[in-house]
């Protein structure tokens, strides 16, 4: 069996959802699990929701409406006959979000953020799955919080794995081999369900996470993740124009490239696949037959494709330096006592620069965060931190590659292993 997954921009409108259609026909016959996520923008839209409520603002209800309105007019698109089932399954999912509203936020943005944004991953497969219904190909919807089971870390909870591998076997399974599946399962990325049946979700990106458990705990033959981009790039081409293709990475390498920031995979998924030797793909969604980027065992990747720079850009990055009151030198106890800090508040470390009056970090500029572990951090040192800087690294670096990235820009920090250069950088200006 193989899993698919298919990305916010594979199913953002009535066409992209088709053209889902179109790839898993060129796989008919096949096992498929088939894992989507929320269509288009929909997590961030939903999100605003869920900070909107949490913050009894006013846009709340407004919010809400126009996210309705984005899904009714790709089912519109999509079925002419509105008698359908699947709108009122898509109406009964807007209204567990109505009835959400309709109490007060009591425990807190994580969780209400959790119960509210999964909704978008339950619609966008409820739609998928009607649709492939529709283009006669025969499918089983599935709940993922059937199965993926979590602890209540909520906005980034932690798998149960030996749960989740009973739950997968026995649900799963089967259906995927049933007659009235056809061999196609759909469902949700991002999602899964506490003990206590409370959704939990898997942190931002996180669909691909999904695939990747899925895969490696039913033994997948492969696991591709469907994008609008030909496969890996040397650099995201939101920054750089001159991009390459890589044919083939590591594990190792594509481990690295994610956790430095590389959006087109997310960081979690490339172990549990590692760890079985499970082949991963990154194709085009637009050109489905072509090979796409390959990740597998270094001894399969060329040289020359080893040697091929890559660029990653992170930005809206915080840089704060933390420095004693008292300028004592930042010793063990003081680390133990901020690194105790940033996982509280479960602020994510992408860079840090140990001196000998400061210890000096780079971290996600996120809104509900970030402030507060400033906050904190006050409490017991002084604490300086500058907004709205970049960090870039390059993997395979030369000092043309680093002179390309830095110029114009003023350089916070440097950083240099054998492979890789970092840079905490801002736009001079
Ligand atoms: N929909 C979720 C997000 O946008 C998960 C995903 O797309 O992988 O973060
Ligand atoms: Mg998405």
Redesign the pocket.
Known sequence: MKVF?F??ASVRDAEAVRNVAAVLKLYAGEEIVVVV??MG????ALEEIAYSYVNKKEDTKKLLQGIKRYHLEILEELFSDKSRPIFEQVNNAFVEIEWILEDEPIKGYDFEYDQI?SV??LISTKIVSALLTETGINNKWVDVRDFLKTDNTYREAKVDWELTEKKIKELLLPKLSSQESGGVVVTQ??VGVTSENYNT??????????AAIIGSLLDAEEVIIWKDVPGVLSADPKWFDNTEKLDALSYHDAIELAFFGATVI?PKTIKPLQNKQILLKVKSFYEPKEAGTIITATKEVSEDQQKIPSFIFKVDQVLISIIPRDYSFIIEENLSEIFKKFANYQVKVNLMQHAALSFSVCVDGEVNRVPNLIEELQKDFKVLYNENVELVTVRNYDQKTIDQVTKGKKIFVEQKSRQTARFVVKNNG
């Open positions: 997954k990305g916010g996520s929320a923008k929909m997590t961030n944004v978008g991953e990325g991002f979700t898997l942190g931002r990106e996180g669909s691909d996470y999904t997310h």
